[in-house]
């Protein structure tokens, strides 16, 4: 069988393998969450959903990424240390979702998996990048995302309908760039994130937990380092800031605000744009169509970006009016 039939071959059944094992094991760990209480409980201010909910969805589409990803790419170094850093991820949320971490040392953990990506060789190294700013830059930007996803997971479907638009847009640009070891990776990773999303839109049945969104993070924060933007275009390292627009804004948005309001950026609070429009009166599956309808466009813009179709000047306008829009909506 020839190499060029071959490969949509192992796309296909990455993403049919990944989607197949988390449907079956989120319902699991559904039971396993409710026989050992790991639930999460309504608060009354952010926590506002109307029973007590499951965790563990996290373990469940990261065992499935797991599975359809040992069966379609080969163990590499590199691939080792990152295996590694997602791991580190998901036992620190796991460890936050059953006794609650202190902000210091939920940071360690993410620190250590940064540091697990980066000896991976998952860092700037192109044009202008490629001297000693490099690896501080890439070091912020994955705690940052990591730290971006724990955030936005404030609604049913949410991050995982962000992080499923997010990479889908990587696989794609993957694709085009014919970059088929990420493109594998990216469809056992869709796989499982779409499967859980079944479970998880409006009214939840389970949740990601701290597990979850930290490793969909750091997911998300190394995939860009893994595609040669620079063999293609010298400004490709804009498009993965496009293309996690939201999770970015909603990280800075909450900074912001909660700064303005002197309350420490780490203390949970009210603030998410989400629970924002919540308050305006928009309906969760109303949340999730704007973000899908936003994220569309992002995917659009960055591929369009990316390839040289659309010019740079003419994404600074499309960004302005985007944060524009953005903006209105919430607080207009």
């Known amino acids: 069988m020839s190499q060029e039939l071959l490969i949509p071959i192992k796309l ?8 197949l094992v988390s449907f079956y094991l989120v319902p699991v760990m559904c039971d396993v969450a409710f026989r050992l209480n790991i639930l999460d409980v309504p608060d009354g201010r952010v926590k506002k959903h109307k029973q007590p909910t499951p965790y563990l969805g996290g373990v469940a589409l990261f065992f499935a990424f797991i599975v359809s990803l040992s069966l379609t790419l080969p163990f590499e170094n590199s691939m080792f240390f990152f295996l590694i850093g997602s791991t580190i991820l998901l036992f620190v ?7 609650p971490f202190k902000p210091y040392q939920k940071f360690v953990g993410q620190v250590i998996a940064a540091l697990c990506f980066l000896r991976a060789g998952f860092y700037l190294k192109t044009h202008f990048f490629n001297n ?4 501080p830059i890439s070091f912020f930007w994955m705690v940052m995302l990591i730290n971006a996803f724990n955030l936005v997971d404030i609604m049913d479907g949410l991050a995982t309908l962000l992080a499923s638009f997010a990479t889908l847009s990587f696989l794609v640009i993957s694709l085009y760039f014919q970059q088929y070891t990420v ?9 499982a994130l779409i499967a859980f999303f079944w479970y998880n839109r409006p009214e939840a049945k389970i949740y990601l937990g701290d597990a979850g969104s930290l490793f969909i993070g750091g997911m998300l924060a190394a ?3 893994m595609i040669n933007w620079g063999n293609y275009t010298i ?3 804009i498009s993965p800031l496009v293309i996690l ?4 804004l909603e990280i800075a948005q909450l900074v912001v605000i909660r700064t303005w309001k002197k309350i420490p950026f780490y203390h949970a609070s009210s603030d998410h744009f989400a629970l924002y429009l919540r308050r305006k009166g928009w309906s969760k599956n ?5 973000c899908a309808a936003l994220s569309a466009t992002l995917l659009i813009c960055s591929f369009m970006f990316t390839i040289g179709v659309l010019p740079f000047l003419l994404l600074v306008v499309t960004g302005g009016l985007f944060l524009l829009v953005w903006f209105l909506v919430l607080f207009l």
Do not use: C, N
Request: zero cysteines; a negative charge.
């Open 235 to 237: 400004h490709g390292y």
């Open 132 to 135: 000693y700013w490099g690896l």
């Open 223 to 225: 995939i860009p380092f």
């Open 93 to 99: 949320g796991l460890i936050d979702d059953l006794v």
């Open 183 to 191: 493109a594998l990776l990216l469809t056992s990773f869709l796989g």
């Open 245 to 248: 627009a939201i999770p970015l």
């Open 12 to 19: 296909f059944f990455s993403f049919t393998l990944s989607f």
């Open 286 to 290: 109303k949340i999730l169509l704007y």
